[in-house]
Each structure stands twice: as structure tokens, then as C-alpha cells.
């Protein structure tokens, strides 16, 4: 999958991934991360996701990276309420309510942009690219953060090691991800549809709390 497949995915509505309610992870998990509200969130590869308004409504203002703009503007019209957009490094970004979209690459999305983020949540960004981009994403999201940052992952196995997007990817394999940069915690493993099964961890960024 390249960002342009991505881009497609949007414009011919093949986006399977999305959820019309937040996702469950959120209540069982969100609360024991302890983060305050009024703390900014990090969403990365948010889609339109619902989670945003989930974390939102919690009084975590929000900041999701998205390539697509069809995933924002779709964002967006899901509330009779104005939106307003702004350009920032190099980023098209909108913001409504207390959710903020950064349309672009998320590789691009710098650590200077990223200063005051207090915590993050991952659903299908992790398992929604390749082997070789996974490495990439795991280092650039650690760079992100600053020490004794928390979030959750939501990742995904399934018995088909060819299939992909979502891409199976085991426990092994996000250990050797994460564990450089996070302390992990497996929370909860359970099926979901279609012979899925779902992972819930809690990361916490390596080195002195600050
Ligand atoms: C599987 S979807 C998950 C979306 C969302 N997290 C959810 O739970 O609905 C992955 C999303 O990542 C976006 N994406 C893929 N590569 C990206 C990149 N390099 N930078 C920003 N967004 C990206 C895609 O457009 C897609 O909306």
C-alpha cells in the first residue's frame, strides 16, 4: 500500500476500517492511562475516525494525521459545526471543536509540531502498513514523544499472512517494535469479526518522566 493507494481507497469509498461508534478499547482502556483532560492527544493515520470525538468529549483536545482530505472533510461534515482551516508546515489543517486534522504524511509530521502532545491512541495505523514501512512508523511516532508519554494500541492477527490491509501482525512483532522506545502492556486479546483477532496495549515512552 503507497500513500497514492491510499488516496484511492478514499476517493472509491473502499474504507471497510471505518467504525460508526467508537471504538470499544476506548472505555474498557482509556481511563487507567491516567492522562488529564485538557491533555492534547495524538491520533496518527485517524481517518475519520469516531475515536476522535470518543477522546473529544473526554476534554482531550485532539490532533489526528491524515492524508486524505476526502477522510476530513468527511470528518467534518459528521457535525453542524463550522470548521476552520489553516495552513501549518506544510500541513492543510482544519480544526473543529477541539479536534484538529493535519492532512498529510504523517512522516512528515515533525517533532517541533508535536511539543505539547501529552498522549496517543493507535487503531489501524500500526496494522495498516507494510512490513517495511511498520519499522519506520514505530521509530517516527517514539521521536514524537516525550519521555513517560502514554497511549494505546489497538493491533490486529489474522491467519493470512499475505492479506493486508489490516496486515497480521503478531505480538512478537510489535514487541520488537515498541519495546526499544516503550514500555509495554498487553491489556486484552479477543476475536473480533471475520476470524480477526484484536490486541489492546498500553505503551508508555521510554526515559525520564518529565
Ligand atoms: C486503516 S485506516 C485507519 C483509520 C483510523 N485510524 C480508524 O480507526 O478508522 C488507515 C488510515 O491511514 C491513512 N494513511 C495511510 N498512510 C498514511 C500516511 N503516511 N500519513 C497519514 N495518513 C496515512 C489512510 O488514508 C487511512 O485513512
Not at 469516531?50 to 461534515?77: I, N, Y
Not at 512508523?137 to 514524537?144: G, I, N, P, R, V
Request: negative net charge.
Amino acid at each position: 500500500m503507497t500513500t497514492t493507494d491510499w488516496l484511492q481507497r478514499w476517493q472509491q469509498g473502499r474504507i471497510g476500517f471505518h467504525r460508526e461508534a467508537a471504538h470499544p478499547a476506548l472505555p474498557a482502556h482509556w481511563q487507567r492511562l491516567e492522562i488529564e483532560a485538557g491533555a492534547k492527544i495524538l491520533v496518527p493515520l485517524c481517518g475519520k475516525s469516531r475515536d476522535m470525538r470518543w477522546l473529544a468529549e473526554r476534554g482531550h483536545p485532539v490532533l489526528g494525521v491524515e492524508l486524505s482530505p476526502l477522510a476530513v472533510d468527511q470528518f467534518v461534515a459528521q457535525l453542524d459545526q463550522p470548521a476552520l482551516r489553516y495552513r501549518q508546515s506544510g500541513f492543510e489543517c482544519t480544526r473543529q471543536g477541539s479536534v484538529e486534522l493535519w492532512c498529510g504524511d504523517f512522516f512528515h509530521f515533525q517533532v517541533d509540531q508535536a511539543a505539547e502532545l501529552a498522549g496517543f491512541y493507535d487503531r489501524a495505523a500500526l496494522i495498516a502498513l507494510p512490513p517495511a514501512t511498520r519499522q519506520r512508523y514505530a521509530h517516527h511516532l517514539a521521536q514524537l514523544l516525550l519521555p513517560g508519554t502514554r497511549g494505546l494500541l489497538v493491533t490486529l492477527t489474522h491467519q493470512d499472512p499475505e492479506r493486508g490491509p489490516p496486515f497480521s501482525v503478531s505480538h512478537e512483532e510489535v514487541e520488537a517494535l515498541m519495546a526499544p522506545n516503550f514500555e509495554l502492556s498487553l491489556h486484552d486479546v479477543s476475536a473480533a469479526e471475520e476470524g480477526l483477532v484484536e490486541s489492546v496495549w498500553e505503551l508508555t515512552r521510554r526515559g525520564p518522566a518529565i
